[in-house]
């Protein structure tokens, strides 16, 4: 995996093969390039595809000009995919407006959408994310954590500098369980 590091997220690129044994590096196993935006302001020791993930798929073959084709395939694919997740999240009310909860991940896309709108100085819509993952009673130990961390922002929403401090001290704390350097991080775009 490749990491581009973009101080409050990361972009992950993955170049994965079938993880099926039997099927690995032989002809016609199948070849993705997932790439996606890996957002740090929930502190946690690990990376996650938080927006994007499956961008191409493609078919090994073993022959060395198929090879060096489909190698040359994925890394260009893969340089337009960041370009283009950069261009998206180029400002944080671009982040907020493109971040809207998705049904399959309802609480960590309400979570990633409250705190962006949060950011974005959109505290009422952000109160109205955060207030999904507070009304819905949680059922394991991370569902509790996250609905903790979810009530202490919302908290905060009301003044907007104790908020952006919030976020900045988990945006560090991510930042040190992943082992990226230690980095000033700012919400506004450069």
């Not at 590091?5 to 993705?32: R, V």
């Not at 938080?50 to 078919?59: E, K, M, N």
């Not at 997740?85 to 309400?110: C, D, K, N, Y």
Request: net charge neutral; with cysteine; aromatic share 12%.
């Amino acid at each position: 995996m490749w990491i581009a590091d973009q101080g409050f997220w990361t972009i992950l690129i993955e170049f994965q093969a079938s993880s099926h044994p039997g099927l690995m590096y032989q002809a016609g196993t199948p070849i993705s390039l997932n790439i996606g935006a890996n957002w740090l302001w929930y502190p946690k020791a690990h990376r996650s595809f938080d927006y994007g993930y499956r961008t191409f798929s493609t078919v090994y073959e073993p022959d060395a000009h198929s090879m060096a084709a489909m190698a040359d395939q994925l890394v260009t694919r893969a340089a337009e995919e960041v370009g283009a997740l950069r261009r998206t999240f180029h400002s944080m009310s671009q982040i907020a407006r493109r971040l809207v909860p998705e049904e399959r991940v309802a609480r960590w896309g309400a979570y990633h959408a409250a705190v962006a709108n949060g950011l974005a100085g959109n505290s009422s819509l952000a109160q109205q994310y955060f207030g999904q993952i507070l009304s819905t009673p949680p059922a394991h130990d991370w569902e509790r954590a996250l609905l903790a961390q979810s009530k202490a922002l919302s908290a905060c929403l009301h003044a907007p500098t104790d908020f952006k401090s919030a976020v900045m001290a988990m945006v560090a704390k991510s930042r040190a369980l992943l082992k990226l350097p230690e980095q000033t991080v700012s919400f506004d775009p450069t």
